[in-house]
């Protein structure tokens, strides 16, 4: 409550401060009076005499000091609204009227814990350096305040569970015992995540992947995990409690950065309360506590208040925050950051009486430890009896408020997405691998445990090289990608940009590379399980990782050790004994690659996590020549006596495309069984159109920029839209396993882009490869292919990590609308037809319209187009931490499938769809013994087609395995699962073995069933 008057002529202003304390025996409330500039006191000045009373009686009882320029006067506390008259009698007879209210006698929860970038503020190996010294420092710390009043000891808080394994492993035994006891105790908070991630660009199974350590610990210390922090990112995926409540985990602490990038106010969140329960489609929950700030602050609250100052400013500051949390929500002014943002208005005032407040020991992100909170805090309550501060962790600050107000939150559902994840398509041949890794990775798993159900040896090594390529792919996917200034090139500070990015990209590049590797590894050890055909030149298992029994191509190197390069050979599947449908394309860099030719070749009915045995046989009284599919001999690479608009169109037994070579982007997509047009009439961009957008801001380098810009509906920041010129067609072939169309065009931001369309003989999907060739530039850019679905009534869902979202799905108040980060699917329905468009490499996607990636947002097209996709193929927006300027040759790829038969769910249909580019068939060379299996064999089938089968891993004892699963049914399924090897028990379990429930298996130990919640996520352990 605020009161103005003036006295003799001077100018007060009069503050009702939520201050408590106790005065000769009675209660006190502070009254800061604020003088005037005038006649302001210096800090060495006298005051004058406040006089403060009630109906004639006197009130005040003492003064504390405030900063210069005020008094903090010390009046009887009140229990209801009492009106008081405040005079100065050295100034004069005059009178102000003060209206006097209850104070709230606030707990204030001091979390001190260094917000962990790996990077930005030093290169990664000096952070990580300082990152272990803080820890050595919070156990001086918490042995130095041993003795201080409760709330004053030191307590400090692992933001990153990392940073404390990093530490365990370069510190004595002795020490780290020391530490977990500390743990124990309750000084030293560990969050259950392993840093601070772009949550979105996890798969399912990193997601509890990330809970490893915490586990280890936990096995290991007999430490409990209740808590997690996520910091910066304003934003968190669907499926992460979940992932979070297989750990134990109840509680999570964010704190959302908004830097100029998010607008969730605008976006249905302007009273979003910051403490609430977060509930997933599949019924996980945590409790949360959300630091939000407008214009920036999130984390770096505490330092804003002073705590890395001292009690003084502590004193000024933190009242008068604790009054505008009371009166208006947002505490903050604006330009506090120094990013843009308008005037926020409307948000209801904080309701409760506990708060959490994060610090660090500076004004700055990877802050050290400081004894300097616990003697700000200690200082306080000696002088204050509320607010009353307490130095926490916070498990401390939730049980506190839980304790309180829990009966009175609100719960929210759905996903949270990420307004910054947008920063990813800084790098997207980057992100292309890491998501290259998180597929095979799976792979590999699933293939050593499908080697081990045939009767051989699962790889040895599987588990530790899965564990290897997680760390790798996650420690991509952590928020940190660069310095803050990214584009500079020195060897320490904000501006080691170079030196940062080649440590943040070789983490794909390891991923990559080791799950690479692992899929061969995995496949070695299942062919060394198959035996080969007597009298084949070579046999090969082709193995099906999915859960969905498939039909397709699968490519396999035929070696010249197996079969002379002129040599006609056929590909004869085992349990017919027939030649199979194949195409044969030369070995590429052939001087530098293994000998031998690559062989297409379409399996049918290969069954679900299963594998079908093919015998390669030399083709005997056949003079057709050798069928080398090699474009370069011959000119044009199409036969020119067919009509042109026969060569544009291709055509299987499910769809018919048609290519418009003057639009460079596709015409025409007919569903055949319903004669249904897939493709937009009128829409603004070609399907599988290039769009390219330049911003009119500098790319130059100027840190922070795009948060400090903003745009209207007048599009100011779009400067140019430019769309591909007319395509030439570079090739157009059939052959026994797909008709081939290869077009190619120029167009602004590209050096290049060749379209190369597949559709396979028997497929319902048509794949697109997009090669793109791309300079490197600092105009502020981005690329787009657009993909118009029909249907004025079309709706869109998205997988995303761990659950689904879109039409008819709640989501978090707030969370971005215009764009977002998909896993590998989008349905678009309309009725009850249904059509899935994937993508295995470029997550991100903006519906119905293209948003000017600059606040707040706006749509640049009209009318909105309900059934349309844009794929976010580049862009960088940025000026601090993502890339500025990325170069690349290189290719994305993406499916439009749609039903093979009329029964299949849009489900089934989004889970073969993306599996043909993510999960492909795979061959492995047969090897085995005589006695070894014959090599066509069902694994696992999964009696709900909704359900995917996401990976078999081996269980911690590497006797048994674990079956991850994701549903992605609207609704409760009752799941079957049909083993194709006998197992003794099954238990429900989390994704890393926990028990959860004993299951039922049958008398024959080949089947298990498990109730699954809609859009959950589970898993079963079989041992055998």
């Known amino acids: 409550m605020t009161s103005t008057g003036t006295v003799g002529g001077r100018a007060l202003q009069i503050i009702g401060e939520p201050l408590l304390a106790t005065v000769d025996g009675r209660g006190v409330q502070s009254l800061r009076v604020l003088l005037g500039a005038v006649d302001s006191p210096d800090e060495d000045a006298t005051a004058p005499e406040i006089v403060v009373t009630v109906d004639g009686e006197r009130i005040d009882r003492a003064t504390r000091p405030a900063e210069p320029g005020s008094i903090r006067v010390l009046v009887d506390a009140v229990t209801s609204e009492t009106t008081a008259r405040l005079a100065v009698p050295a100034w004069g007879d005059d009178a102000i009227e003060v209206e006097l209210v209850p104070q709230r ?15 930005y503020t030093d290169p990664q190996a000096e952070v990580m ?25 030191f307590r400090w808080n692992s933001e990153a569970l990392w940073a404390v394994s990093d530490w365990e492993s370069h510190r004595p035994q002795a020490v780290v015992d020391r530490f977990m006891q500390l743990v124990k105790q309750g000084s030293i908070g560990l969050s259950a995540m392993p840093y601070n991630l772009h949550t979105d660009v996890c798969s ?20 409990e995990f209740t808590s997690a922090m996520q910091t910066d990112v304003p934003g968190q995926v669907a499926g992460l409690p979940d992932a979070l409540n297989e750990m134990g985990v109840r509680y999570l602490s964010v704190a959302h950065n908004w830097a100029g990038r998010s607008e969730p106010h605008t976006h249905g ?83 409760w009486d506990v708060v959490h407040i994060r610090t660090q020991g500076f004004m700055g992100d990877n802050g050290p430890a400081r004894r300097l909170l616990s003697e700000i805090v200690r200082e306080w309550n000696d002088t204050w009896d509320a607010p009353k501060l307490r130095v926490s962790t916070n498990q401390d600050f939730f049980e506190d408020a839980e304790s309180r107000v829990g009966d009175d939150l609100t719960t929210v559902e759905g996903d949270w997405g990420d307004w910054w994840v947008e920063g990813v398509g800084s790098a997207a041949v980057p992100m292309a691998l890491m998501r290259r890794a998180q597929a095979q990775v799976a792979d590999a798993r699933s293939i050593s445990q499908l080697a081990g159900w045939l009767g051989g040896e699962s790889s040895p090594r599987e588990t530790a090289e899965a564990h290897g390529t997680y760390d790798a792919i996650s420690m991509f996917n952590e928020h940190t990608w660069g310095a803050g200034n990214s584009w500079l090139h020195s060897d320490h500070g904000f501006d080691s940009g170079e030196l940062q990015w080649r440590w943040k990209v070789a983490q794909a590049l390891i991923g990559e590379q080791r799950s690479r590797a692992s899929v061969d590894e995995s496949l070695a050890y299942l062919g060394a399980a198959v035996a080969p055909a007597d009298d084949a030149l070579a046999s090969f298992a082709i193995v099906n990782p999915t859960g969905l029994a498939r039909s397709g191509a699968v490519r396999l190197l035929l070696p010249e050790t197996v079969a002379a390069l002129e040599a006609q050979v056929d590909l004869v599947d085992s349990r017919s004994g027939n030649a199979l449908p194949l195409s044969v394309e030369a070995q590429s860099n052939h001087p530098h690659r293994e000998s031998g030719r690559w062989l297409t070749v379409r399996v049918d009915d290969v069954p679900a996590f299963g594998t079908v045995r093919l015998d390669a046989r030399e083709r005997v009284g056949d003079d057709r020549p050798r069928a080398i599919d090699d474009p370069s001999v011959a000119e044009p690479g199409y036969p020119s006596e067919v009509p042109m608009t026969e060569l544009l169109r291709l055509e299987n037994d499910h769809l ?33 159109g290039y769009v390219y957008d330049e911003y009119a801001s500098s790319g130059a380098g100027f840190n922070h920029l795009a948060n400090k810009l903003a745009t209207s509906d007048r599009l100011e920041m779009l400067a140019t839209r430019q769309m591909g010129l007319p395509a030439r067609l570079v090739e157009r072939r059939d052959d026994a396993i797909e008709q081939r169309l290869v077009y190619e065009f120029r167009a602004a931001g590209a050096e290049r882009v060749r379209v190369t369309l597949r559709l396979r003989h028997g497929d319902a999907r048509l794949l697109i490869e997009n090669s793109v060739a791309k300079p490197s530039v600092l105009i502020k850019e981005s690329a787009y292919f657009g993909f118009p679905f029909a249907g004025d009534d079309a709706q869109l869902r998205y997988e995303v990590s761990g659950s689904v979202t879109g039409a008819g799905l709640p989501h978090i108040p707030g969370a971005p609308q215009h764009m977002r980060a998909m896993r590998d699917w989008v349905t678009v329905t309309s009725g009850d037809d249904v059509v899935v468009w994937a993508t295995p490499d470029v997550p991100l996607v903006q519906p119905h319209t293209i948003a000017v990636p600059y606040s707040p947002f706006p749509p640049s097209t009209s009318p909105s187009e309900p059934g349309t996709v844009y794929s976010w193929l580049h862009n960088n927006l940025w000026d601090t931490n993502f890339p500025i300027e990325q170069g690349f040759d290189s290719t994305f790829r993406y499916a439009v499938g749609v039903r093979a038969t009329p029964e299949q769910s849009v489900e089934e249909v989004a889970i073969a769809t993306a599996a043909e580019l993510a999960h492909p068939l795979r061959a492995a060379r047969a090897r085995g013994a005589a006695d070894a299996h014959a090599g066509t064999h069902s694994g696992l089938g999964l009696s709900d087609a909704r359900v995917k089968l996401i990976a078999v891993v081996a269980d911690d004892e590497g006797s048994g395995s674990i079956v991850r699963l994701q549903s992605f049914a609207d609704e409760p399924v009752r799941l079957t699962l049909t083993l194709g090897r006998s197992a003794v028990s099954a238990t429900r379990s989390t994704f890393l073995g926990d028990m959860i429930a004993d299951l039922v298996v049958d008398d024959a130990g080949d089947t298990v069933t498990v109730e699954l919640a809609r859009f959950e996520a589970t898993a079963v352990h079989l041992r055998f």
Not at 105 to 119: A, I, K, L, P, R
């Open 269 to 351: 969140a302007i009273n979003h309360p910051r403490l609430f329960r977060w509930r997933t489609l599949a019924g996980g929950e945590v409790l949360v506590w959300m630091t939000d700030s407008p214009h920036g602050l999130a984390y770096m609250e505490g330092p804003m208040l002073g705590f890395t100052e001292d009690f003084a400013q502590v004193q000024n500051y933190l009242p008068a925050y604790l009054t505008a949390m009371s009166e208006r929500g947002y505490p903050f002014p604006i330009g506090v950051f120094g990013a843009h943002g308008e005037t926020i208005e409307g948000r209801d005032p904080y309701p």
């Open 129 to 153: 350096a300082a990152q272990r010294s803080y820890l050595d420092s919070a156990i001086d710390l918490i042995e130095q305040t041993a003795d201080w009043p409760e709330e004053s000891r």
């Open 656 to 688: 018919t495309v048609v290519v418009d070579l003057q639009r460079s982007g596709i015409s025409s997509i007919v569903e055949r069984a319903t004669g249904r047009e897939l493709v937009r009439a009128d829409a603004l961009v070609p399907f599988n």
């Open 204 to 223: 399912t199974d990193e997601l509890r992947e990330l809970m490893r350590e915490a586990r280890r610990l936990r096995d290991r210390y007999g430490i």
């Open 105 to 119: 006698e606030w707990t204030v929860h001091m979390v001190h814990h260094s917000h962990y970038d790996f990077g």
